[in-house]
């Protein structure tokens, strides 16, 4: 099955750019989506297909995705950025089925 | 807006079966648009995608809880369930439901419910 690699943890400080990964084979040929989640609450999508950001999500936040790596981009990061943060794909190789990273712990210094 | 709310016991004894609800508002769930979808966290770890379904009934379930999970759709009340067999202690997590847009992103969540599986 397919697995997608996340960092366990990222520190930043606030005003920096935090940059959070997402390794896979090939995952430049999937869509990867990222997810925000603070304690105790729901995941939030932040940006999917890639790159594209919901209505409501700050700009920024932005998305690449090539070859073997994904990353989601926080520029500017402020305290209330700090959160768990997932990524997930769809393996079109397997019947329908949906994948997510390990998860991202991202401290604001 | 859409809003999607989980419901069903947060207790579970083991060997039973976990049964939950998710009740759908601001939207169709038959606009043929969106799957539907199950997720779950176990406590301190990260999302574990269950399964989803669309509004016809095809579902697709994570290989690994395949044999025990139960996903079905009631349109009539804008509503679908999660059905878990022989849950065990590993089976506690917070449960979301979730609006699966294509291609194959959540676009829309519930906000959880813990089921806990003791005796």
């Known amino acids: 099955s397919y697995v997608l690699t996340q960092p366990p943890s990222v520190s930043v400080a606030p005003g920096q750019t935090a940059r959070i990964t997402c390794g896979g084979n090939?995952?430049?040929?999937?869509?990867v989506h990222w997810y925000q989640q603070k304690p105790g609450q729901a995941p939030v999508l932040v940006v999917y297909?890639?790159?594209d950001r919901p209505s409501g999500i700050p700009e920024r936040f932005s998305g690449s995705n090539s070859g073997n790596t994904a990353t989601l981009t926080i520029s500017r990061v402020e305290a209330g950025d700090e959160a768990d943060y997932y990524c997930q794909v769809w393996d079109s190789s397997s019947d329908h089925h949906v994948v997510f990273g390990g998860g991202t712990k991202l401290t604001v210094l | 807006q859409v809003q999607l709310q989980e419901s069903g016991p947060g207790l579970v004894k083991p060997s039973q079966t976990l049964s939950l609800t998710c009740t759908v508002s601001g939207g169709s769930i038959s606009s043929g648009d969106y799957y539907w979808s199950w997720i779950r966290q176990p406590p301190g770890k990260g999302l574990e995608w269950i399964g989803y379904i669309y509004y016809s009934g095809s579902t697709y379930y994570n290989p690994s809880l395949k044999s025990r999970v139960t996903i079905s759709v009631d349109t009539s009340k804008n509503q679908f369930s999660l059905k878990l067999s022989s849950v065990t202690a590993a089976d506690t997590a917070v449960y979301y439901c979730?609006?699966?847009?294509?291609?194959?992103?959540?676009?829309?969540w519930g906000q959880g419910t813990l089921v806990t599986v003791s005796s």
């Open positions: 979730a609006r699966v847009s294509l291609p194959y992103r959540f676009d829309y």
């Open positions: 297909d890639d790159s």
């Open positions: 090939n995952i430049g040929s999937k869509s």
